[in-house]
């Protein structure tokens, strides 16, 4: 899957470069400057060894390592330096780790999105540490007049036999003189010696989080820098046609007001009226006194209740799009001995991410320098050129920790804006957005209504599957996670399936939410499977089983493509799906009325997650998810332990969230929803009691961790509670669905 | 604008801003002590918290002209010393209990609170202290081992994680 090119020895003047190529490949290349500053990487003063843009050690010994993907709690600032630092061979606790700036001439692809920070560079990493490691060897054996074979690393010195060491800081001066070996030279670390990988490791800027210091997009401070408020048309994508501008203007501390046009492209640059003042609350008090005259446009017309309506009469309609058809489902369910049908509706989400959106902007002498929590900065820059005409090497971006990504910060709406209101003010300004802008102009994860018909034959046997599934579209084609798949499982695996697909085209902005339509299709699938698993009178694992067959690939959708879709590995998820099974005891214990246990899995974004829950429903309707046991393959090492497991932990909670509680409703173009107390997110108190993660290496590449946990959650748990209760949750949030039994 | 003198973590501060400033902004875009977070600017998250003369607070809800005379005391100031951190700081970092870390200022606060009242809390009196922060990532299982380390660590014990 991945290649790495690194074929003949370089001079100390080249750089490794890291390259991505389509389709998820990595080559690692030569990045060749010249001139002095070529020499080190960013941040390296004359003398340092600085063999690539990713590590530096200076004569005093203390090694820097640049970590260069926006760091936005999926742990990547801690787990890829640990690959380094690991062939490297020096003590985690002596690493300094710096947050690189946007420079993808220099680093490589910088994007954070689709659990591919991992996959990406894994490889690449280990090679760019070993590769310094290797030349801090050579160094010492030519200081020594031995062989460089004899010698080895350790503790961040060289040893060898003879009792001779040197410390890397005493080496730095002659590496930084030798050649850059081939990859053929560079011996990588049999797994088997690894001491870092898979073990637990603190974030590293744990102490910093824990102590309050300024890490986060919105904690940015500017010398002179202004605060900035933005408000958009509440109707999505509507413009701004006037403003009581002048009163603004004369209210306490407001230094500027005036109205964008924007670029008439909802996710880009929204029309709206900037305040800037001195403070954030100045700002925000001169907000409340603002009155706009708003053209809302055509987007009034479109009501979520409306769509669902006309869903519901074309569901027995042929789709307008058929996504796979096998065999003739029509006749397999006119003939099966048991038929479900069921309505499966979710609403449109937000991501949430608890720090608001913020970005720092400063324009000065042509430059526009920008500081920001983004998960795609190239997005960011490419929207400066795009709408403010700025070319790319005028434009400057610092990398802010973001709190919380969740794909919502690949997109860069709010970047673009605080670019936009920056251009027009002699100062920096930080734009901050309210709860209220966030939930209201997110790019929401979109909404859909599944129509399933399935059928079972006398013998128990899955015979018919067909779905009518409604999405929703934006300018013709379905939003981020709108489009469904036929080969997803079970496509492919019952003999009569069909997939059809009917499209809503709106004004809405949509965009990716972690594990963009695996997220929710799982819950989908998984829950009518468990119906048709229950109509068989059978257990709901062996039809699992029996679905994936025993072939050891896909037949259908070809390689696993990045981010989910396209084939996988059947006996990885089958023994996956056996294991979290056998983890969890599954089918040996004996529950009570009231309680019950579930299954899923889920294969997405390179991962094989199958997951159990235990949950226990009072008679009153209260549900509590008293034990989830994970099982999970994502390859041959896991990087972080804890950062692995805290990221499976966290999606249990996360999808438990919008399972309980989440809903954007749209009526007339808007979202109804304002802050936390109508749009509430799971609380400590309705978390699971015990979350068990089990991990399954194989032999295979290494994958990342920020995604694939989340879409086998929520039918685990709904499997679990129809267990429980026989209460069939075919709507979300829950919180629609009465769970009292008696 | 009128001006307000606060004492926050041990220090007498004048403030020159509105009346109805929220704290949470006095102490953000005045006073530098960016550790306090905005979340939701209605008091339903819980990123904002700090102690008012050792009470948890929402400091978003708390406008400057209330403080008075109340000691303030923020995450920059809840550590021991320089070198020293507070026990719940010392259980986030051992245990690894951030994601993004953007609540944890807030949840560690509270906490902070929680086991200044209750040494030794149950389950129990850990979801009733905690339920007014949110944690959008999702750490609430580590957040809770973190309390009950820390309180492990406060009564001088050496004894391992629960």
């Known amino acids: ?742 | 604008m009128p001006k307000y003198t606060l004492n926050v973590n041990g220090q007498s501060r004048t403030v020159d801003v509105a009346s109805d400033t929220p704290l949470l902004w006095v102490l953000r875009d005045t006073l530098e002590l960016v550790g306090t977070k905005f979340g939701c600017g209605v008091g339903k998250c819980g990123a904002c918290v700090v102690h008012l003369n050792g009470v948890p607070t929402k400091s978003c809800m708390t406008t400057v002209s209330t403080v008075g005379r109340k000691q303030v005391t923020t995450i920059e100031g809840l550590a021991v010393s320089a070198t020293k951190l507070h026990p719940v700081q010392q259980a986030w970092c051992e245990l690894d209990v951030a994601q993004c870390g953007y609540c944890q200022a807030g949840q560690i606060m509270t906490a902070a609170a929680l086991l200044k009242e209750n040494p030794r809390p149950t389950d129990q009196d850990i979801d009733d202290a905690m339920d007014g922060n949110l944690c959008r990532c999702g750490t609430y299982l580590r957040i809770r081992a973190g309390i009950k380390r820390a309180a492990v660590l406060a009564a001088g014990g050496k004894e391992a994680a629960q």
């Open chain 1, 1 to 742: 899957m991945k290649t790495l090119t690194l074929d003949r020895p370089v001079n100390r003047r080249d750089f490794l470069k890291l390259t991505g190529l389509a389709g998820g490949g990595l080559a690692l290349a030569f990045y060749i400057k010249s001139g002095p500053k070529a020499e080190a990487a960013e941040g390296a003063a004359s003398g340092d060894f600085a063999p690539n843009a990713f590590i530096r050690i200076s004569p005093n010994g203390a090694v820097t390592i640049v970590s260069k993907q926006p760091e936005m709690g999926q742990g990547v600032k801690t787990s890829l330096p640990m690959i380094i630092a690991e062939q490297l061979e020096v003590p985690w606790k002596e690493i300094t780790i710096e947050q690189g700036d946007f420079d993808e001439k220099l680093y490589g692809n910088q994007g954070a999105g689709g659990s591919q920070s991992t996959p990406r560079n894994y490889d690449t990493f280990h090679l760019l540490g070993a590769t310094a490691r290797t030349m801090l060897v050579n160094a010492a054996a030519q200081t020594w007049g031995v062989p460089a074979s004899e010698c080895r690393a350790e503790n961040a010195s060289v040893l060898h036999p003879s009792g001779k060491s040197l410390k890397y800081g005493q080496l730095v001066a002659k590496a930084s003189t030798l050649p850059v070996p081939a990859k053929t030279e560079v011996k990588l670390k049999d797994p088997k010696d690894f001491k870092l990988l898979g073990k637990r490791i603190p974030q590293y800027d744990s102490v910093k989080i824990a102590t309050g210091q300024p890490l986060f997009g919105i904690d940015v401070k500017v010398p002179g820098m202004l605060y900035a408020v933005y408000e958009k048309c509440p109707a999505f994508g509507g413009k701004a046609v006037s403003a009581n501008l002048d009163q603004i203007k004369a209210l306490p501390g407001v230094k500027d007001a005036f109205i964008i046009a924007g670029n008439g492209k909802v996710k880009e640059l929204n029309s709206g009226v900037a305040i800037v003042a001195d403070s954030t609350w100045a700002a925000l008090s001169a907000r409340k006194k603002l009155k706009v005259t708003w053209d809302e446009g055509k987007v009034v017309n479109e009501s979520w209740d409306t769509f669902l309506a006309e869903a519901r009469e074309k569901a027995a309609q042929p789709g307008q799009k058929t996504l796979r058809k096998d065999g003739d489902p029509d006749a397999a369910l006119a003939s099966a001995a048991k038929k479900v049908e069921a309505e499966y509706v979710y609403p449109f989400i937000s991501h949430a991410n608890l720090e608001p959106q913020n970005t720092t902007a400063h324009w000065k002498d042509g430059v526009m320098e920008v500081w920001s929590p983004l998960q795609i900065p190239s997005a960011g820059a490419g929207l400066v050129t795009k709408i403010l005409g700025i070319p790319a090497d005028k434009i400057k971006i610092h990398i802010s920790r973001a709190g919380g990504g969740f794909g919502r910060r690949i997109s860069a709406d709010y970047l673009i804006e605080a670019a936009a209101i920056a251009h027009k003010v002699n100062a920096p300004v930080k734009l901050t957005w309210t709860r209220e802008d966030d939930l209201r102009h997110d790019h929401m994860r979109p909404g859909g209504i599944h129509f399933l018909k399935g059928g079972v034959d006398a013998n128990g046997k899955i015979v018919a599957w067909k779905n009518h599934f409604f999405t929703f579209g934006e300018g013709g084609s379905p939003g981020s996670g709108g489009a469904f798949n036929g080969d997803i499982f079970p496509g492919g695996g019952i003999a009569n399936y069909q997939a059809d697909q009917t499209m809503f085209d709106t004004g809405w902005p949509m965009g990716p939410w972690r594990a963009p339509g695996s997220c929710i299709f799982g819950w989908v699938l998984h829950s009518f499977l468990d119906e048709l698993a229950h109509a068989a009178g059978r257990d709901p694992l062996e039809v699992r089983l029996e679905l994936l067959g025993q072939q050891e690939t896909k037949a259908t959708g070809g390689a696993p493509k990045k981010g989910g879709g396209g084939g996988y590995n059947v006996a990885r998820m089958r023994n996956v799906l056996k294991f979290a099974a056998e983890k969890a005891g599954w089918g040996k214990k004996k529950f009570e009325k009231g309680q019950g246990a579930g299954i899923a899995f889920y294969f997405s974004h390179l991962g094989y997650f199958a997951q159990v829950a235990e949950v226990t429903v009072s008679k009153e309707g209260q549900l509590k998810v008293d034990r989830f046991v994970t099982g999970y393959d994502v390859g041959a090492q896991v990087v972080n332990l804890s950062g692995a497991e805290n990221q499976i932990e966290g999606s249990v909670v996360d999808a438990m969230s919008v399972m309980m509680y989440q809903e954007l409703n749209i009526e007339r173009g808007r979202v109804t929803q304002s802050n936390f107390d109508n749009y509430p997110l799971l609380r400590t108190t309705e978390a699971p009691t015990k979350i068990e993660c089990y991990n399954l290496p194989t032999n295979h590449p290494t994958t990342g961790m920020g995604e694939p946990a989340i879409p086998p959650v929520a039918p685990a748990i709904c499997n679990a509670i129809f267990a429980a209760t026989g209460k069939r949750v075919r709507q979300f949030p829950l919180s629609r669905t009465d769970l009292r039994w008696s």
